[in-house]
């Protein structure tokens, strides 16, 4: 374990390399502050919610894969984890709550029935945490997601009833903004596509358009909520067409001023989410980004360090961004240690930021408006060996959560005596 002392030396040595090259590295941790990054809460429980005891992920294109022991399956322990692994995390954090996730009290409630004071216990947990909420319907797991169609859905029974949902996490999404005095995102995203080729894409995509009219024409005030919806290439048992694609969602927050979400597992694999953002600015205020990472398919793998996260957060850092783009993760594995997962993927994405908020952009701007990509490239590249992680630890440090490897210690006695013991 390294004492503050030595962490202080190592980041005054970093400093000075940073320096170097105008980067002030006690600048960019102030900017940290402004970074927060919202927790899906899925990862805790494998998707699977808590509107029976016995609830499981079904349907909609998504698997949560595995079966590591200590997943929580009550409100209590959710909310226990959330706690621990927010011990663990320098920076802010917000909750991103789907809607089967409310407090039912062992009462059964249909989607289209949910109401506030089945959230009012997460709106009290949140204000005594000191963190922002944000929400989701869920249009999945549900005997009217069966037929892979819920808002585009021909049917007018099961259409009838997703509007009605979705209509009542919004309401509800703005009464937790309005109670914590911070905006919720509620992001829309539906599974609705067809496994083969089909020859009516238009008529689900008439019926998704009309649905959401008929959903936002109820306005709430922007500092209470904000509305984002989630395109989507293909998944499980959608593989040949999806409603909501990319062109169908960028075209309907165009028009009608919403929030688009990225989630960085939902492109071709060569497309880059990073290249995405500095586009979609141009039209949009605000962005939401479910940072994933994505093996091979939308696998929603525990997201890492990699060059994909890298280019989105520089991407974000490079156009002076970050106050217009909203940070979520959305992954769920189920075969390793869920506390753990979410620590080491938040600072993954925390790191991305930092090493962002660290590039010398001025000078590699310089360089390449005068065509000198030679000495660009160099940058770039000598870039990725300065001392970052130094800066990370200290950051760590001066918020007084554990320095580098010190928290896998902490998690695996977490697991021994909380996790296993569920
Ligand atoms: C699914 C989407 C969506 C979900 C969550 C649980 O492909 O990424 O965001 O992962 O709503
Ligand atoms: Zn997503």
Redesign the pocket.
């Known amino acids: 374990m390294a004492t503050k002392e030595s962490i202080k030396k190592a980041y005054q040595l970093a400093k000075e390399q940073y320096k170097a090259l105008n980067v002030d590295t006690d600048a960019v941790l102030e900017k940290m502050k402004d970074i927060t990054i919202s927790l899906?809460c899925?990862q805790s429980d494998d998707?699977a919610g808590f509107e029976t005891p016995d609830a499981e992920l079904s349907g909609?294109?998504?698997q949560a894969t595995g079966n590591y022991p200590g997943k929580a399956r009550t409100i209590a322990q959710l909310r226990q984890d959330i706690e621990k692994v927010k011990s663990l995390l320098p920076g802010k954090v917000r909750l991103n709550l789907?809607a089967i996730y409310g407090d039912f009290k062992n009462e059964k409630v249909d989607r289209d029935q949910i109401e506030v004071r089945h959230f009012q216990s997460w709106i009290d947990w949140a204000k005594k945490n000191g963190m922002g909420l944000d929400f989701?319907p869920t249009c999945f797991s549900h005997p009217y997601a069966d037929d892979g169609f819920t808002l585009s859905s021909k049917n007018p029974k099961i259409r009838k009833f997703w509007v009605e949902h979705v209509k009542r996490c919004r309401k509800i999404a703005a009464e937790m903004g309005r109670q914590l005095k911070n905006p919720v995102v509620n992001?829309i995203?539906i599974p609705d596509g067809s496994k083969d080729v089909p020859v009516d894409r238009n008529t689900h995509r008439a019926l998704l358009k009309k649905s959401l009219d008929e959903i936002f024409a109820i306005e709430y005030p922007k500092k209470y909520l904000k509305d984002s919806m989630?395109s989507?290439l293909f998944?499980i048992g959608s593989e040949a067409m999806t409603v909501g694609s990319h062109e169908f969602y960028m075209g309907y927050a165009v028009k009608n001023n919403k929030l688009i979400c990225f989630?960085n597992?939902?492109f071709h694999p060569t497309e880059q989410v990073g290249d995405k953002i500095s586009s979609a600015l141009q039209f949009l205020d605000e962005l939401l980004l479910?940072v994933?990472r994505a093996v091979r398919w939308?696998s929603?793998h525990v997201v890492i360090f990699n060059d994909e996260i890298q280019l989105i957060a520089q991407e974000i850092v490079r156009a002076n961004a970050l106050k217009r783009v909203n940070i979520g993760l959305?992954y769920?594995d189920a075969s390793l240690n869920r506390i753990g997962a979410y620590v080491t993927g938040v600072r993954a994405a925390q790191v991305a930021f930092l090493f962002a908020l660290l590039e010398p952009f001025d000078t590699l701007k310089a360089y390449e408006e005068s065509g000198k990509y030679f000495e660009r490239l160099a940058l770039l590249e000598l870039m990725k060996t300065k001392p970052f992680g130094m800066v990370y630890d200290y950051y760590c440090s001066l918020n007084n959560v554990p320095v580098a490897e010190d928290y896998i210690g902490i998690i695996q006695k977490y697991e021994k005596e909380v996790l296993k013991k569920r």
Do not use: A, M, P, Y
């Open positions: 899906h899925w998707v909609g294109g998504i789907h989701n992001n995203w989630e989507k998944g989630d597992g939902h479910h994933t939308d929603d959305d769920f």
